[in-house]
């Protein structure tokens, strides 16, 4: 930790490095990675070959357009561990998030990687505000998800202290906030938002908690909810991001100054992308963000689609971090929706439905905001000879294809079977998603 910048800096020589002395560290660690994944991973090798690619190739940043992208789809095909470019003796840890399918998208750590990612959490818990002497409730869930165990190992690496609450039990969230005094707490932001309406609920001034700093990510969010959070708990609001298939929470992460968030690319290569012709945007353009893991040997990846658009900001922040900054998350370039923090696939949810006998795959799938939490309904189609059976089938068909899709997805969503043709449909690519949220 350094005193000489205005907020303390986790690694100052990796934060504040000059940008020269960054991109000859990341040419480096470019050329060891490409032989890397050359030499352990198949899937590469056969993709480097199949387009004439050698390794020794690559001898500037620039020449990274030659690589090949890696697609969500790509993770799945190799479901789960053929694109590992380790055995699984050195695996030390297996998360996973959701696929396009059913199936989980599967990501091994290694030791290294592990220390990689605490130390990216480290960075980012500091530039949010946490200190050593911090108190930080880790509302996020523990588990497969990458959040409850990501913001642990960094806030230990810190050296403060860490509540590994997980996710949900309000009352008890509120408790802890009064009586083990944390000052960081970290969740998704609706969830803050869900958690500051508990508190004025149960009478509780949220200026009399300890509270100061909020870590919130893995959903979008605007300014003007920031500005809601800020409004109602006595904190600073903080961005973070990442995904699961780069190492989890910890890609990027907004400082004191919130004004876009540093991207850790002394690990992770950012490129923006045009994601119809695949191609670099201008400098500062939207686009959709392209990462290269530079350092990663559980699952390396190469020009990762992570579908997030955003932008390189211009311009040099006063904190003092050289790390790049990208714009907040503006929204997705698939139709992947964020409900509740989980990552939910329309094409899952047909899975489902295509497999119930009583109701046709004419579906649409509405996303509300109630008091801050997310409701997802889905509206599907009865067949016709249901329609004219007693109310008490139709019930119990909703339950049906409620509990299915509970299986499917993890979470809880409302069915209204409607009659049939009530779906409206299009003459081009279906509707099949209204989000009534207002995020962007
Ligand atoms: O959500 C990791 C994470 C945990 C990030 C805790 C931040 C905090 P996944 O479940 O793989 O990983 O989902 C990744 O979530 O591609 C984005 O679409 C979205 N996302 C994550 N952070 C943000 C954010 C975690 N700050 C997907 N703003 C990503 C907007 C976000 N979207």
Redesign the pocket.
Known sequence: MNKQFPYPIWNAEMETMDLETRKTLQLYRLKELVWYVYDNVPFYKKKFDEMGVKPSEIKSLDDILSLPFTLKTDLRDNYPYAMFAVPMDDIIRIHA??GTTGKP?VVGYTQEDIDTWSEVMARSLMSGGTTRKSIVQNA?GYGL???GL??HYGTELIGASVIPVSGGNTARQILLLQDFGSDVM?C??SYSLFLAEEIEKAGIDASSLKLRYG???????TEAMRGEIQKRLPIKAI???????II????ANECQCQNG?HIYDDHFFPEIINPETGEHVKDGEMGELVITTLTKKGIPLIRYR???LTRILPGVCPCGRTHPRID??MG?SDD?L?IR???VFPSQIEEVLVKIEEVAPHYQLIVEREHNLDVLTVMVEVNDKIFSDEIKGLEAIEKKVEHDIHQMIGISVVVKLVEPRAVARSEGKAKRVIDNRKLQ
């Open positions: 998030s959701s998208t996020y998800f990458t959040g990501g913001v970290t998704t932001p870590i919130f990510g893995a959903e979008p969010w961005n973070i991001y990442g995904l699961s298939e989890g929470p910890g890609v968030l992570t579908r997030d907040r998350i997705r992947m964020i923090g989980v990552n």
